[in-house]
């Protein structure tokens, strides 16, 4: 068996740096929460959202899953981790803004990109990755030629507009941004480089919004992302 001590020796850490110094945080948090956003991202283990964002306890309201994927809007007797999770967050949390958060390197992506040639990914994966499966159709259609790195980061993008129009399926989603009081933002975060992209709806392109941690490490994955 592998040896956990280190997330052990992480957790007493994390206790001291954050209760240590402030022993009232606890009494705060057990309060409740009122977190500003609803940040979908994957289970990637690389990409921890509260690390990336340097966020505090209670800042984010955490959903993860393979690709961070969202479907749509679909009443069934399944069980619904995902729409439960953001029914949550928008009824009764009351976030104001829904971030889906896509990343580089993706392997769910890979693995959407995969099942093109006939290679169903595991049990449950494949059939996931699949609510995004029209962002791979574009991507083939669209640049046949480029190569599998390429089509793979065009990929990681169009799912994300995948998300966020699924998002928009869900009544209470829909009826919150009409009336201004939820906003919805796609993000792309490039692990080689730190840097972060948003979608302009009206350019309709993913631009930059923080930039790369080193312009060396930036010129070197351009070709890629
Ligand atoms: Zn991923």
Not at 33 to 46: E, N, T, V, Y
Request: glycine share 8%.
């Amino acid at each position: 068996m592998a040896d956990v001590t280190k997330f052990l020796t992480g957790i007493e850490n994390f206790q001291q740096q954050h209760f240590g110094e402030n022993p009232e945080l606890a009494n705060t948090l057990i309060e409740g929460q009122k977190p500003q956003a609803l940040l979908i991202g994957c289970c990637d283990s690389r990409v921890d959202p509260a690390l990336v964002t340097d966020s505090s306890q209670g800042d984010l309201f955490i959903l993860r899953n393979i690709a961070n994927l969202v479907p749509p809007y679909l009443k069934s007797n399944e069980h619904h981790g995902v729409s439960s999770s953001i029914e949550y967050a928008v009824c009764n949390l009351e976030v104001s803004d829904i971030i889906v958060f896509g990343h580089s390197h993706c392997g769910g992506i890979g693995a959407l990109m995969d099942s093109a040639k006939g290679e169903e990914a595991g049990e449950f994966i494949g059939k996931w990755v699949n609510i995004a499966a029209s962002a791979r159709d574009k991507v083939l259609q669209e640049m046949p030629n480029e190569t599998p790195d390429k089509q793979a980061r065009a990929c990681e993008k169009e799912a994300i507009l995948v998300s966020l129009r699924n998002l928009m399926t869900f009544p209470w989603v829909r009826e919150r941004v009409a009336k201004g009081q939820l906003s919805l933002h796609g993000w792309y975060y490039n692990m080689g480089t730190g840097q972060l992209r948003y979608y302009n709806q009206l350019t309709e392109e993913f631009e930059v919004l923080v930039k790369h941690y080193s312009p060396d490490r930036q010129k070197e994955q351009e070709s890629t992302s």
